[in-house]
């Protein structure tokens, strides 16, 4: 099976960037369709972005639609999350998912591998 393992969290300031990267352990992500989550202290978890394996195909939340780039590099077997113009609302612990879909999707029960997440905070 497929494993997603996740790097590039830390710390930024508003207004600031970052890139996530997802790297797959065991197995490649070929095939499969990629999505990032994020989970804030106390909330549920949320969909954030997702895309196809061919890269045709992207879908956001409307929370992040204009300031995060979903992209992969097939070769290398990663999935990338640049983020842009980041707010203190965009804390939260982000979580990369693999998925036999062949659409990007935002439920998160059509995800059948997960990451163990990365820690993005954003200070004010």
């Known amino acids: 099976q497929v494993q997603p393992v996740e790097s590039g969290g830390g710390l930024a300031q508003a207004g600031g960037s970052l890139r996530l990267s997802c790297a797959a352990s065991?197995?490649?992500?070929?095939?499969?369709?990629m999505g990032w989550f994020r989970q804030a202290p106390g909330k549920e978890r949320e969909f954030v972005a997702a895309?196809?394996?061919?890269?045709?195909?992207?879908y956001y939340a409307d929370s992040v639609k204009g300031r995060f780039t979903i992209s992969r590099d097939n070769a290398k077997n990663t999935v990338y999350l640049q983020m842009n113009s980041l707010k203190p609302e965009d804390t939260a612990v982000y979580y990369c998912?693999?998925?036999?879909?062949?659409?990007?999707?935002?439920?998160?029960?059509?995800?059948?591998?997960w990451g163990q997440g990365t820690q993005v905070t954003v200070s004010s």
């Open positions: 065991g197995r490649t992500f070929r095939g499969n369709t």
């Open positions: 998912a693999a998925s036999y879909s062949t659409r990007p999707r935002s439920e998160g029960g059509t995800y059948n591998y």
């Open positions: 895309i196809t394996w061919s890269a045709g195909s992207t």
